[in-house]
């Protein structure tokens, strides 16, 4: 039995789960999600607990049993909580900035690159080299913040480009001087 699949998800006040067939759809303060799942899975909803079962002991139901329990439940602290992204800018004279609905980022090219969020996705940019990717959905919140850090990856050298909060970079020592062999 899946260890994570086999554990009832709670549902905190103010959240609704309703399942009709194989869709799921969760309700609460900052919005709503849904999700389908597969006919090997059944989802049932016992009070206040999400209960996630699968049909057969094949090998696909078994990797979809832990699968669908761990999405409800980042449906459940989507629509509490919010997922967030931290990303941080680093190189001289290379910022970011909102220009209306739209990200603009200056990072060293002879040109700018632009992101426009998706719906449902929230940047913010407390400082020029600070960018914040919020929303309910962690997959397109973690998805457009692995977009925006792959527009210029932190570089081993100098450590330069978009990096997540907290993310280390592992320097390189690079070239230097050694002799002067003939």
């Avoid at 309700?27 to 389908?36: D, I, N, P, V």
């Amino acid at each position: 039995m899946s260890r994570v699949g086999k554990q009832p998800i709670e549902i905190p006040s103010g959240v609704k789960v309703e399942v009709a067939g194989n869709k799921v759809k969760v309700s609460g303060a900052k919005g709503s999600l849904e999700t389908e799942f597969r006919p090997e899975i059944s989802v049932g909803v016992d009070g206040n607990t999400v209960n996630v079962e699968r049909s057969n002991d094949s090998k696909l139901a078994k990797a979809l049993h832990g699968t669908t329990r761990a999405l409800i439940a980042n449906m459940i602290v989507g629509v509490t909580k919010g997922y967030q992204k931290n990303l941080d800018i680093v190189g001289v004279g290379w910022q970011g900035k909102m220009q209306g609905n739209k990200l603009v980022l200056q990072l060293g090219f002879c040109h700018t690159v632009d992101f426009v969020p998706p719906t449902g996705i929230n940047v913010a940019i407390p400082n020029p080299q600070r960018i914040e990717v919020t929303g309910i959905d962690k997959q397109a919140v973690g998805e457009f913040a692995a977009r925006i850090r792959s527009s210029r990856k932190p570089e081993p050298y100098k450590g330069k480009g978009v990096r997540y909060d907290g993310e280390r970079i592992v320097r390189k020592a690079g070239k230097s001087f050694v002799g002067g062999g003939k």
